[in-house]
């Protein structure tokens, strides 16, 4: 992303000076191929055809519960596809670009660093590859021609075994492998990914072609083909390797843990004790809607893809540059501008791209630099970005994508779930801005000059570019479905592009839906992996033996089995994207807190609230990594101040479980006394955390006393507030009368 400021008159007499060029330029991951010539051509029709499919087919739902319904496609009148053949289609589609697009290993430098002798290794395996998918195929014919099929029959055993999985696992395991070591230049195809796409093409049609004799009814029992484990025992592992490429070691790493207790959780002591589980049963099981086709997958498979799309068009029509100069003609006279810019720039950003990191990427490439130029230390400019991009994932409507895979899991509306989220995030954001501003006072920075600035008369005639957003919050609120109002939403991005200098045209359509379909396939791919440990979760039994220990706890103290719980969903949520780390949670944790006797809303918006933070807390930050090597900062040092700048956060969810007023529960008088009491507790919080209270420097003691008075008024009561008033009136009356003199300040500030 480029950075740049530019002015004079446009056509139209406007001043025209900007900040943001290049905000909506799509980055490119440093183990992502480019294509060139005809490569590129192929690549782009996939991608294309790929979210495409997924629009034209969510607009032509008709989905009669998870498993029984069916996704017409008005388009294609004679494809109708079950629900769990749309998923499976979906996973496979990820898997099949997302190999081709993600090498396995680094790019050689020139082509005589080549391994073109591996590469040739890998050709065999396709072989194997498309016999798998040719035999895979065949069945089809056999099942349409009136045979039964069943995991008794031995001579369909056997053609399963030997003629479709071994092959399959073979080219699988052989094309991962080779994928690791061989290197081929960032512009070619490499020929072990190709051949692992071809498997995922092999497992997809397998499962598609025996899902309408067996496999709804029979998986987890003798009677279910012995081909259904070892489709899904290859599926994956192709899930696994991909993530492994587009999401780093986290995950995979925490999923194959979740597997392995699988077979060894009949060996461990107490409540981690599981029953055997044979092998086939599982992985029989592991490729439904009780694990990697289930809630995960089912809200990739229709939100997340369509808001991807969104996101997409948003780009194409170079709505996020207005975004970020819309922020600063706002923010960025304040005193530390920029600071103040990114919070509301990475929260608008933020909510839209599903990923903490990704957000930190796109806007903190423009703001971290401004950020140290006016003055702040290098990794205070990291922590702030990373903190505010992570907010991003709790700002309502869209939420990141959190907010719907809450609705697939609980069964409520998710027009609640956002009405709820309102109150906390702008807690968050609230807390986070309070934090910057100390800060800046504490240092005497100065905001941006307005020279330096984009006019705020020329952003406000441009505040149309709002309107895609717009539409989508009244479209949602007014009861339209979130795949019709998404839909609404994206068409009005197009139409809305006609009013700038990008206007969409055909082209510019198409290049959007190509990017929507790249975009897509991280966390396409990270759903299916999460849906791999939930799926562990659920046939295991292990979150409710968890909930049982909840339980436990909460009998000694309601308060420790609170914190514990936070503790494990951080835990689970180290190293994730945030939506992989909300499931997992949700799965493991939430049930528990249900089970204490916490309503359900607020049970799942704790664990939510944790998992989306798990990205700015050490020693895993995923968003403060991000933020530093942009910054240049140590990576530890900036993951510990996000944490501090985000250290509300970790207050807040206890503060809805004990006034639900916070989470829209309750008349319009306590929502807006808790809000009040609540804004007024973050304040005294961030107050005490940076020493910098009503427009002096603060001692230790009168920092504490702050800090105490925050959380006296976590609980909503009317006793409790009064007191937190009472040692906030008297820290001022101290401070102001007494006048203690606070030790000097000392700010390490790194090298602008």
């Avoid at 008794?152 to 075994?161: L, Q």
Wanted: proline share 5%; aromatic share 10%; glycine share 10%.
């Amino acid at each position: 992303m480029s950075q740049q400021t530019t002015a004079g008159p446009n056509a139209d007499g406007d001043d025209d000076r900007v900040i943001a060029a290049g905000v909506d330029d799509e980055p490119v991951e440093a183990n992502r191929r480019v294509f060139e010539g005809r490569g590129a051509v192929v690549v782009a029709a996939l991608s294309t055809l790929y979210a495409a499919f997924h629009v034209l087919a969510l607009n032509g739902v008709s989905i009669s519960g998870m498993t029984g319904g069916l996704v017409d496609i008005p388009f294609l009148p004679a494809f109708p596809m079950e629900t769990w053949n749309f998923r499976i289609v979906h996973v496979a589609g990820a898997l099949m670009i997302g190999f081709i697009l993600f090498a396995g290993s680094g790019f050689p430098q020139d082509e005589a660093a080549e391994t073109r002798l591996l590469g040739w290794l890998a050709l065999p395996l396709m072989a194997p590859a498309l016999f798998s998918l040719g035999m895979a195929l065949s069945f089809g014919v056999e099942i349409a021609n009136g045979a039964m099929w069943n995991g008794i029959d031995a001579r369909i055993r056997f053609n399963e075994t030997w003629l479709y999985g071994a092959p399959l696992l073979v080219a699988t395991v052989g094309g991962i492998v080779l994928s690791w070591v061989h290197r081929r230049r960032r512009a070619g195809f490499s020929a072990p990914d190709v051949v692992l796409a071809v498997c995922g093409m092999a497992v997809a049609a397998y499962l598609i072609v025996i899902y309408g004799t067996l496999m709804r009814n029979s998986t987890g029992t003798p009677f279910a083909p012995i081909g259904i484990s070892l489709a899904a025992l290859a599926g994956t592992l192709l899930i696994l390797e991909l993530t492994r490429r587009v999401a780093g070691m986290a995950l995979v790493v925490i999923a194959a843990v979740f597997l392995a207790y699988v077979f060894a959780g009949q060996y461990l002591p107490g409540f981690l004790k599981s029953p055997a589980i044979d092998w086939t049963r599982f992985f029989s099981q592991v490729y439904t809607d009780a694990g990697i086709l289930g809630p995960t997958t089912a809200v990739s498979s229709t939100y997340i893809i369509l808001f991807i799309v969104f996101a997409a068009f948003l780009q194409a029509s170079k709505v996020g540059d207005y975004f970020v100069n819309f922020a600063f003609a706002v923010a960025g006279r304040a005193r530390g501008g920029p600071a103040k810019v990114a919070i509301f720039a990475s929260g608008l950003m933020g909510m839209i791209n599903g990923t903490s990191a990704g957000n930190v990427v796109a806007t903190g490439s423009l703001t971290i630099p401004l950020m140290k130029k006016v003055g702040y230390p290098r990794k205070t400019s990291g922590a702030v970005e990373a903190a505010a991009s992570t907010g991003g994932q709790i700002m309502p409507p869209i939420m990141g994508a959190g907010a719907f895979i809450m609705a697939e899991i609980t069964g409520i509306p998710y027009a609640d779930i956002a009405i709820a989220a309102v109150i906390p995030a702008i807690l968050y954001f609230v807390s986070i801005f309070f934090m910057v501003d100390f800060e800046a006072a504490k240092l005497g920075m100065r905001g941006m000059r307005d020279d330096e600035l984009p006019r705020f008369a020329t952003m406000v005639r441009r505040v149309y570019l709002f309107i895609p957003i717009i539409i989508l919050i009244v479209a949602l609120f007014l009861g339209y479905s979130v795949i019709r109002a998404g839909t609404l939403a994206i068409v009005s991005a197009a139409v809305v592009s006609w009013l700038t200098p990008s206007r969409m045209g055909p082209r510019a359509i198409q290049k959007a839906f190509e990017l929507a379909g790249v975009m897509s396939i991280q966390i396409i791919v990270v759903c299916a992996c999460a849906g791999i440990i939930v799926g562990v979760i659920s046939l295991t039994g292990v979150g409710a033996r968890f909930s049982n220990l909840l339980l436990g706890l909460a009998d000694t103290s309601q308060l420790l089995a609170l914190v514990f719980a936070m503790a494990i969903a951080i835990l689970l949520g180290m190293g994730m994207p945030t939506t992989a780390a909300y499931a997992v949670a949700a799965s493991v944790v939430a049930p528990g807190l249900v089970e204490l006797g916490i309503n359900q809303l607020t049970a799942h918006f704790f664990v939510f609230y944790f998992a989306v933070v798990s990205a700015i807390t050490p020693p895993v930050a995923l968003a403060s990594y991000a933020a530093a090597g942009i910054s240049g900062a140590n990576a530890m040092e900036t993951s510990v101040a996000s944490f501090k700048i985000g250290i509300a956060a970790f207050i807040v969810p206890f503060m809805f479980f004990y006034n639900g007023a916070l989470l829209m529960d309750g008349t319009a008088l306590e929502i807006a006394r808790a809000l009040a009491t609540a804004v007024a507790g973050v304040f005294l919080l961030s107050s005490g955390v940076q020493g910098w209270f009503m427009g002096g420097l603060t001692v230790w003691y009168l920092r504490l006393a702050l800090v105490a008075a925050a959380l006296f008024m976590i609980e909503g009561g009317l006793v409790t507030d009064g007191i937190g008033v009472a040692i906030a009136v008297g820290t001022y009356l101290i401070q102001r009368f007494v006048r203690p003199r606070p030790g000097a300040l000392v700010e390490a500030r790194g090298p602008d």
